[in-house]
Nanobody, 123 residues
Framework: VQLVESGGGLVQAGGSLRLSCEVSGFAFDDYAIGWFRQAPGKGREGVSVISSSDGSTKYADSVKGRFTVSADDAKTTFYLQMNRLKPEDTAVYYC?????????????????WGQGTPVTVSL
């Protein structure tokens, strides 16, 4: 069972990036995939979460209207589309799985984490 993120990089403010999280080895159908970020010297912050069972989503106030979470039909890859990026979005971004599918943004509710992908937004 593993999660593998990709898609991070360097982008100018106002630009866009799409992060991917490939999911493999899950033995059950209902879980939530969350996106989190951690900036240097700061704690891990919940950004968005999507339920694999019904596609429900939730977003942090700081990214509402700019970020969109989605999944492919096979539920093997989850995406975080990030538009109108700001320098304060700079962080390492992680995807994580919540086996209880609670649709929360608290890192302590998540059971399995990917390795992270860095995002840097320049002025």
């Amino acid at each position: 069972v593993q999660l593998v993120e990709s898609g991070g990089g360097l982008v100018q403010a106002g630009g866009s990036l799409r992060l991917s999280c490939e999911v493999s080895g899950f033995a059950f159908d209902d879980y939530a995939i969350g996106w989190f970020r951690q900036a240097p010297g700061k704690g891990r912050e919940g950004v968005s979460v999507i339920s694999s069972s019904d596609g429900s989503t939730k977003y942090a106030d700081s990214v509402k209207g700019r970020f969109t979470v989605s999944a492919d039909d096979a539920k093997t890859t989850f995406y975080l589309q990030m538009n109108r990026l700001k320098p304060e979005d700079t962080a390492v971004y992680y995807c994580a799985a919540d086996y209880a599918d609670l649709l929360l943004l608290d890192p302590s509710d998540f059971n399995l984490w990917g390795q992270g992908t860095p995002v840097t937004v320049s002025l």
